[in-house]
C-alpha cells in the first residue's frame, strides 16, 4: 500500500501555525505581582477573554500592543463595569490596587 501525501494541506497547517503564533506574540500584555512594588510573585496575562488575578494585587504593568485593550474589574470573573478601569496605553502602577479580574479585549 502506498502512501499518499499531500503536500497542500501540510503548507496550509503551517501557515495557520505560523498566524497563531504571530498573533499571540503581538498581544498586549498584563503582568502583575504578588508583593508590593511590582515584587514578589508574577503572572502575565495575554490572550482573550477573563482571567482572575486573586492574589497578585501588589502592582501591574500593562504593555499594550495591536489595539488591545484592557479591563480591570473590582469583582471576580469580569462583573460590576461601572466600578471598572480601562487600560489603553502602556501603563505601570507598582502599588496595591483593588481589581480582582481583568479581560482582555479581543
Keep these: ?17 505560523a498566524v497563531a503564533l ?8 498584563l503582568s502583575v505581582f504578588s508583593g508590593p512594588g511590582c515584587s ?6 495575554n490572550g482573550c477573554g477573563c482571567f ?5 494585587q501588589g502592582g501591574f504593568h500593562f504593555v499594550f500592543t ?3 485593550e484592557a479591563i ?3 469583582d471576580r470573573h469580569c462583573n460590576n463595569g461601572y466600578r ?3 487600560l489603553d496605553e502602556e501603563t505601570r502602577y507598582c ?7 481583568v479581560e482582555m479585549v479581543c
Design 66 to 68: 495591536e489595539e488591545q
Design 95 to 101: 502599588h496595591k490596587f483593588p481589581f480582582r479580574s
Design 52 to 56: 482572575d488575578l486573586t492574589g497578585y
Design 84 to 86: 471598572s478601569q480601562w
Design 1 to 17: 500500500m502506498a502512501i499518499t501525501r499531500k503536500p497542500a494541506a501540510a503548507a496550509a497547517l503551517l501557515v495557520l501555525l
Design 72 to 74: 480591570l474589574y473590582r
Design 40 to 45: 514578589g510573585r508574577s503572572k502575565d496575562i
Design 22 to 29: 504571530i498573533a499571540s506574540a503581538s498581544a498586549s500584555t
